[in-house]
């Protein structure tokens, strides 16, 4: 008989409230992308080296049966790499306990993991949360997060069936009402193609339909507050200019301290004071038509 070992229970999470759950699924995201651009270099080294050893080989005994094992590994390390972790699984069902829309990020990437126990819970709380996005909301959205949003609204679901069998119709309707509040330039070409397709079910085609001008209100506003033009900045008020003076005898250093407030006064300050020994004070010199 042969006994199958049972896997530890894993640690409990501690948290004290969303934002650290939020923070923890962010830092878990990080790990995994790590683990993924490591594992990307790494095949590609691995590629390249096994490539060389396989000209060799053939290049002095003609044949080399061998290489379908060379790679057979990359499937296991890849499930690896591109697995959730048990953290972000234990994450999103405490997600569950929190009704608040800053979640939205978070489960947004979650989807990324094709993981039977993480992909159905990240799918039914954004059916929930996604219609109640406001425009305020944009702030808490990166592009990535938006770029996520318009391939939820077009394609639904791009879970394999193993992980997920559920209908992506509830998903991709609340993805597109969620483009309304949140969407950019991007979001209004994805909803034109939805509007387009002929695949589109005529629910979602009706939908888009009704979406699509406030999508690309949407837009307009994004790029407008995007090209807002940042103010110059001010000369400073203490740059000294010199004084223009048709008197050879008067003393080519006496500078003029330039007014913030385009008063009509302006200082005449002396180059040294051991020289002229006292400030003299013109009126109305060089004043500006704008002052």
Request: proline share 5%; net charge neutral.
């Amino acid at each position: 008989m042969r006994w199958k070992r049972e896997k530890p229970a894993p640690a409990p999470l501690e948290y004290r409230s969303l934002d650290d759950l939020l923070d923890l699924l962010k830092k878990e995201r990080a790990a995994s992308l790590k683990r993924r651009k490591a594992f990307t270099i790494g095949l590609l080294l691995y590629f390249c080296i096994m490539m060389i050893i396989f000209a060799v080989i053939t290049m002095h005994h003609g044949t080399f049966s061998g290489i379908g094992g060379m790679f057979s590994w990359i499937g296991g390390v890849a499930a690896v790499a591109y697995r959730a972790s048990g953290t972000q699984k234990q994450a999103a069902q405490a997600l569950k306990d929190f009704d608040d829309v800053r979640a939205v990020p978070r489960l947004l990437e979650l989807m990324d993991y094709q993981d039977p126990e993480l992909y159905p819970t990240a799918k039914e709380l954004l059916i929930h949360l996604l219609p109640r996005l406001m425009a305020s909301d944009a702030a808490i959205l990166t592009p990535e997060h938006v770029k996520q949003l318009n391939r939820l609204a077009e394609k639904g679901a791009h879970a394999r069936r193993s992980v997920d069998r559920t209908d992506s119709m509830p998903l991709r309707l609340n993805a597109l009402r969620a483009l309304e509040q949140v969407g950019d330039a991007t979001s209004v070409e994805v909803v034109e193609r939805i509007i387009a397709s002929d695949r589109t079910p005529p629910d979602l085609r009706m939908e888009a339909q009704e979406a699509l001008p406030a999508v690309r209100q949407r837009a307009r506003n994004s790029e407008l507050a995007g090209t807002l033009l940042r103010a110059g900045a001010a000369a400073p008020a203490e740059r000294l200019l010199r004084a223009a003076t048709s008197k050879p005898e008067a003393y080519s250093g006496e500078l003029l301290r330039a007014q913030a407030d385009c008063e009509d006064e302006r200082v005449v300050v002396a180059h040294s004071a051991e020289q002229t020994g006292e400030l003299e004070t013109t009126q109305g010199i060089g004043r500006p038509d704008s002052c």
